[in-house]
């Protein structure tokens, strides 16, 4: 920072005032004795010539004083009054009365006397007394006062003080003039010390140029201050990258992409529209605890990269924590457009990243948005955005979900379901209903299914598609998946204790349920409560379950239940992954065909091979085959001749409350054993 010529506030000022009043203070003093000395030099002179006077008169009355001779006394006196200056005179004998005196002033007799009057007194007065002894032959015989008018002393000292303080005012102006550039040179980086540390006081910020030109002490200070702000700067640099940084990847971090969308809605000069998305990686877990976490590392380094370089300047990315990445890509108004750049993002993920010799595929699921299209501010947009992620990832691996306005709607009406499910079961508003499974080669009912059922009370009945998401999220599963598996076993068994032929109950089981510790112990415990044989219950995982997931656990726990008797089906085949090794790997009894490949069939030859395909294969893995949703007689024949084990759908019965499943039950095993008779005959 340079300093101009402005310089002159505050302490400038004062430096200012001081040498004009020092110097005027100076000259002053030096005037006053000077006049002072000057006066007194004065008076010493006319006293001096005064004197010479007064004796040269008194020696021409010393004889008429002697004589007392007035007349003559006042002659001379006369003469002696002549003198300039002279006001008085008199002459005085031996005892000091006066025997004649000339002059045109009265006087205190005392001044007459008083010849050694201070030069103040003198001065105030306005003359000067002179005392001379008047001696005749040696001896004093008396006195000869003179009195001078020294006033005009006075005038003098008087002009010449006046004129001493107009000079001394004049000497002092000059001298703040000639003082300026030194007083600049002082004050300036004083000056501008001030207004920096005022600056970086109402502004709190430490954006403030350097001060230069400074000496001495002045110096050291302003370096200091210099030094102090730039450490700070330095400081404010390094905060600023952590605060808005990611140290891993070096891309902004979430509070960066938090400003970046804020300032799509606040900057008048910014960007119009944009498209926002938010990636993340599939499954990025389990590679973590698989290979570890510098694998983890490496993985989303090369991610930042990709996504880095396909940017370019078009775009911003950010890293927003664990897996997950945003990108903001600005002048986007449309969903369409949108899609567009989406995809040029997803197409760098296409190349596998070879890691520890190690290719590997990585996939996103992505939530987007495109503003101010589908959020009028940012906090809407943000979760907005977060809404549509959740939505993807619920879509599954590499799916992409714009939002709509339906995923808020569906968050609030989960909210309010989480809610009322946590009274539904004190409430005795769940139920469970039972899916006869019938045997395709006995056509006798050989089991049930255990579907849950919740009788909302102003909701009416409520889907479990529905109700056991809601519940696998707010963590309820495990409290009502316990009490399904209680009340179906007890009902399996009560049926057998009714008469009724073993038939077995299958239960559905959540991901979220086996994982739990202690699951083993709450199927023992069920079973010991309920006294229903092992052999005759059945559970049904899907296999939403291994992802995410170790799949070491889950074959832990599917061989645990075989140890003890439990039978396990493998749900909804042909829905999800349809992965060979889950088969190949996993010790499954059972394998349940999803209804959506079991309606496919009507689609002609192809579907019906693939159906006879999975048949063979689970067969040849030891698995039976249950197909699920036969709706027609026709598909179950169909999956009769392709070698079905087992059917449970509509064609035979839909899901009833106990007492009516089994009566449904016991009919269909009526109609068989009439059938199979009739066949005999
Ligand atoms: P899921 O285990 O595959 O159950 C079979 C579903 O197919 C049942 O739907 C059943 O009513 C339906 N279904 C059976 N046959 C037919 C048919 O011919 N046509 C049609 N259109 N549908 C048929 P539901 O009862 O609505 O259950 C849906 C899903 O909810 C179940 O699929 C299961 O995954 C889950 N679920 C039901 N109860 C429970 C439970 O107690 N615990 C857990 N974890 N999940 C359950
Ligand atoms: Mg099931
Ligand atoms: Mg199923």
């Known amino acids: 920072m340079k300093f101009g010529k402005s310089d002159s506030t505050g302490i400038g000022r004062r430096i200012a005032k001081l040498v004009a009043y020092s110097v005027f203070a100076a000259m002053i003093i030096l005037a006053v004795l000077l006049s002072v000395l000057q006066v007194k030099e004065t008076f010493e002179s006319k006293r001096a010539g005064l004197e010479a006077t007064a004796f040269v008169f008194a020696s021409a009355i010393a004889d008429h004083v002697e004589t007392r001779n007035s007349s003559e006394i006042q002659r001379v006196l006369r003469s002696v009054a002549r003198v300039p200056s002279v006001l008085n005179a008199a002459a005085l004998d031996r005892t000091g009365v006066t025997i004649a005196q000339m002059g045109n002033a009265t006087f ?35 006195s000869l006062v003179l009195l001078a008018d020294v006033s005009e002393v006075r005038f003098h000292l008087l002009w010449n003080l006046m004129t001493t303080i107009l000079g001394s005012l004049v000497a002092a102006g000059f001298a703040v003039q000639i003082s300026r550039p030194l ?62 940084f990611d140290p891993l990847t070096g891309l902004p971090n979430r509070v960066h992409f938090q400003k970046i969308v804020d300032e799509l809605f606040s900057n008048p000069d910014g960007p119009k529209t944009a498209a926002l998305f938010v990636a993340d990686i599939d499954n990025f877990h389990a590679i973590n605890d698989a290979m570890g976490h510098s694998i983890g590392d490496a993985m989303l380094m090369n991610v930042a990269a990709l996504f880095k370089d396909e940017a370019g300047e078009t775009a911003q990315i950010a890293r927003l924590g664990g897996d997950e990445f945003a990108i903001c890509v600005p002048n986007i108004a449309t969903v369409a457009e949108a899609e567009l750049q989406l995809a040029r993002f997803i197409s760098t993920l296409y ?55 339906e995923l808020a709607e569906n968050i609030k009406v989960e909210a309010e379901l989480a809610q009322g499910l946590r009274l539904a079961l004190n409430n005795n508003e769940l139920q469970v209903h039972y899916q006869p499974v019938v045997d395709l080669k006995t056509k006798r009912v050989s089991g049930f299914e255990a579907l849950a059922r919740w009788n909302h009370p102003t909701k009416g009945f409520i889907s479990p598609a529905r109700f056991i998401p809601v519940a696998e999220k707010s963590g309820m599963i495990s409290e009502l998946g316990d009490w399904i598996l209680l009340k179906s076993c007890r009902q399996a068994k009560a049926w057998i204790d009714a008469g009724q032929s073993p038939r077995t109950v299958a239960v559905n089981i959540s991901a979220a349920q086996i994982i739990q510790a202690g699951f083993m112990g709450k199927v023992r415990a069920a079973l010991a409560q309920s006294g229903l044989p092992a052999e005759l219950l059945c559970l049904e995982l899907t296999e939403s379950l291994f992802v995410g997931k170790s799949m070491t656990t889950v074959e832990k726990i599917l061989y645990q239940l075989r140890e003890i008797g439990v039978r396990t089906a493998l749900d909804d085949f ?58 027609s007689l026709n598909e179950v024949e169909t999956l009769r001749e392709l070698d079905a084990d087992s059917v449970q759908g509509y064609a035979y019965a839909k899901p009833a409350p106990a007492d009516q499943a089994l009566a449904i039950a016991n009919q269909i095993d009526e109609q068989a054993s009439y059938k199979n008779v009739a066949n005999l005959r």
Do not use: W
Request: aromatic share 6%; net charge positive.
């Open 108 to 142: 205190l007799r005392s001044d007459l006397i008083n010849s050694n009057q201070s030069t103040l007194e003198m001065l105030t007065k306005g003359f000067l007394p002179i005392s001379v002894d008047i001696r005749r032959g040696g001896e004093v015989v008396g």
């Open 574 to 631: 042909g829905t999800g992954y349809s992965s060979l090794s889950y088969l190949e790997n996993l010790p499954f009894d059972k394998l349940k065909i999803d209804r959506a490949f079991v309606s496919g069939m009507k689609g002609g030859r192809k579907s019906i091979d693939l159906m006879k395909g999975i048949i063979n294969l689970a067969h040849a893995l030891g698995m039976s085959v249950v197909a699920e949703g036969a709706e």
């Open 351 to 405: 190349q596998p990243v070879k890691l520890l010799g190690q290719e590997l595929h990585i996939t996103v699921a992505v939530g987007a948005i495109v503003v101010p299209l589908q959020a009028t501010t940012a906090s809407e947009a943000q979760r907005y955005l977060n809404l549509a992620l959740h939505e993807a990832k619920n879509l599954g691996a590499g799916r992409v979900c714009f939002y709509r306005q």
């Open 183 to 244: 007083q600049r040179k002082i004050t300036a980086p004083l000056v501008a010390l001030t207004k920096a540390i005022t600056k970086v006081r109402d502004t709190r910020s430490f954006e403030v140029a350097n001060i230069e030109g400074a000496q001495g002490e002045t110096k050291v200070l302003v370096e200091s201050f210099n030094g102090m702000i730039d450490d700070i700067r330095t400081r404010d640099q390094a905060m600023q990258k952590l605060a808005y």
